[in-house]
DNA sequence: TTGTGTATGTGTAATTTATACACTTACCTT
DNA sequence: AAGGTAAGTGTATAAATTACACATACACAA
């Protein structure tokens, strides 16, 4: 029997990114510290210890920016992840030592899930992070801990919440045409869609409106751009 | 700049239980030492802290099964509460200190909801717990921490998952009559059904079988029951 | 035994929503 | 001026959802 002891608490993001070429994620690669140079450095979600004074939704803010710059983001929790052996790895101890006062101890962590346009946010690794990289989502390997798993839950949940609430606005730039659009809502649900009835269905959201402009530079038929407006009705 | 420390991590058990006269959900009351009788013992939603070995679902049906004596409940995570003052308020702090050796410590909480039928489970306080009551929904009166908000959160998952998740039968008996399972849900979802129409709707889920067996005892056309059977298709 | 009260159990027509499908338009390039 | 490219648009069919009313089986009381 054991007690109930004090532990340590993370929030991990899984930043999901889109740009015309698909869907990516945002990872950080693990800065080893100089001098041991035996172990290749691994990939994982950007993530650290929550600090004794922030609530959830601004650490998960915080450790976003510091880690790779980038702000403002939308952020949103969908999963604890508690599995007492998560950080206990043995790819996953080397680097916790040097990192870590106590790398022994027990971590929980809380996911949150995050949309980014690609164009429109330019991250950068902080100086004492080892670097950031958006990794198409099928090409993503092992990381560390348990983070592939955190990484699918959190694609799941996109899934099923790309439709109910309004976030696939959050992955596109401001301003954005019905066939980038669409071309999320496929990539994200994996399956072809209408063009006809998509348009059909976006006309109903009253959220969605055109603006007086159309794309340019582009060798066809120039596209009406529209715009979110969570205001709207 | 406060630095990462160690905090303490609890799960909290949203239960809710059905009859035939309305949706509930079971409090404690906290169990007050002899000695200090002025402050009155608050209601809250059965949780404690996690042990240090053990994983959140585990956790969960632990303290739950340890507080209620009830056990093999269906209980689904469905968010982390962390606000850094959610432990702090006057109200509580009485009670912390008569239970907890570090009373002062910041506490997150993972929430879990669970679903039980009345009939097939009857809860009784632990030695140490000081009362197990189910408490009609619109009945609940202020209770201990934050944990207003996290049963209002566990409710709006409740209703959301109601219908995706095959969760509506883990609130019913193991045989019931489809008009209690169109009760359930025009509770849970505070609307009224069309019972033809629900029961073609049931009629299409192949994991509703109906018994060789009818209701009796009752001053009308008896019903036939039915059962749940998760293997089906 | 007969009548009354009560909740069960059942079908169809009307409406709404979802699906399938093809050609003209506007701009860029050569 | 011609050809390449993606944008933009309507209609007919199928599927799903909604609205709605009466005969049935049992318990109880007279």
């Known amino acids: 029997m054991s007690l109930p002891l004090s532990l340590h608490l993370s929030v991990d993001c899984v930043v999901f990114g889109y740009d015309d070429d698909g869907l990516k994620v945002l990872l950080i690669n693990q800065k080893t510290s100089a001098k041991d140079d035996d172990n290749q450095p691994m990939s994982q979600l950007p993530g650290d210890l929550i600090l004794l004074d922030e609530g959830l939704d601004q650490a998960a803010q915080r450790v976003l920016h510091e880690l790779t710059q980038i702000r403002g983001v939308f952020l949103k929790q969908f999963m604890a992840f508690g599995d ?5 790895d043995l790819k996953d101890r080397a680097w916790l030592q040097s990192v870590r006062n106590l790398p022994d101890q027990r971590v929980v962590t809380v996911g949150y899930y995050g949309l980014v346009s690609l164009q429109d946010f330019d991250p950068r690794p902080a100086s004492f992070a080892g670097g950031v990289n958006w990794v198409e989502l099928a090409d993503v390997g092992a990381l560390a801990f348990d ?3 955190i990484l699918a839950q959190a694609f799941g949940t996109l899934k099923e919440q790309l439709e109910s609430q309004h976030i696939s606005f959050e992955l596109l730039p401001k301003k954005f045409t019905l066939t980038q659009l ?3 809502y ?9 063009k006809r009835n998509f348009r059909k269905n976006v006309k109903k959201m009253t959220h969605v409106v055109p603006l007086d402009e159309k794309q340019t530079g582009v060798m066809h038929k120039p596209a009406q751009l529209f715009s979110y407006e969570p205001g709207k009705s």
Do not use: F, G, S, T
């Open 84 to 88: 007492p052996n998560r950080v206990k």
């Open 147 to 149: 983070h592939n798993l």
């Open 186 to 194: 496929e990539i994200v649900l994996d399956k072809k869609l209408d």
């Open 182 to 184: 669409q071309a999320l």
